[in-house]
């Protein structure tokens, strides 16, 4: 089964970069794609295809892939971002979609 | 305003049905391709269902084949969860996602509803 591996916490400082990784076979062939969950709210779309940026998302929001690890980079991370950050992939030809365990940054 | 509004959560005992429904509003329903996903209590996201714009192709995760089925009424811009034989790992809050055109991004998020399975 396709799995996705995230670090179930990144801590940072105000002003700091975040890096969070996504890491699985998947990626090698597939996009990474990355939400932002908020406590009690739904999931926002931040990065899609890798590296594109929805429009109302900050540039401070990139992404990148190589191989089979992704990683989701926040620049001069903010307590605004503090919130649970998940990776999804998907083989759109059957039900091999799936999410990263979710990593929560915190941002202190 | 693109939205999406999930109903018919509520509390069913184990084995029982429930059906949930996502009212779309604010952009053409049947361009898109849909899908719903849970979160359990204190968990992460889990996809659990897929829909291509006509309805004619489904794909269902393997927690819960043959158990739930998700359907489509583009008439009434209306996505469907239809759960059978209900249990209690299957206690979340459900979430149905549009997809971005010509992508697999989830583009748009209802807010959720919450369903319990419990004695």
């Known amino acids: 089964s396709h799995e996705l591996t995230q670090p179930p916490s990144v801590s940072v400082s105000p002003g700091q970069t975040a890096s969070i990784t996504c890491s699985g076979e998947i990626l090698s062939k597939k996009f990474a794609y990355w939400y932002q969950q908020k406590s009690g709210q739904a999931p926002v779309l931040v990065i899609f295809e890798d590296s594109k940026r929805p429009s109302g998302i900050g540039e401070r929001f990139s992404g990148s892939s190589s191989g089979t690890v992704a990683t989701l980079s926040i620049s001069g991370a903010q307590v605004e971002d503090e919130a649970v950050y998940y990776c999804?992939?998907?083989?759109?030809?059957?039900?091999?979609?799936?999410f990263g365990g979710g990593t929560k940054l915190t941002v202190l | 305003e693109v939205q999406l509004v999930e109903t018919g959560g509520g509390l069913s005992q184990p084995g029982g049905s429930l059906r949930l429904s996502c009212a779309a509003s604010g952009f053409t329903f049947n361009n898109y391709e849909m899908n719903w996903v849970r979160q359990a209590p204190g968990k992460g996201l889990e996809w659990i269902a897929f829909?291509?714009?006509?309805?004619?192709?489904?794909f269902h995760a393997d927690s819960v084949q043959g158990r739930f089925t998700i359907s489509r009424d583009n008439a009434r811009n209306s996505l469907y969860l239809q759960m059978n034989s209900l249990r209690a790992e299957d206690t979340a809050i459900y979430y149905c996602a549009k997809e971005m055109w010509g992508d697999d991004a989830f583009d748009v998020w209802g807010q959720g509803t919450l369903v319990t399975v419990s004695s």
């Open positions: 829909t291509d714009t006509s309805g004619r192709t489904t």
């Open positions: 999804y992939s998907a083989v759109t030809s059957g039900n091999h979609r799936v």
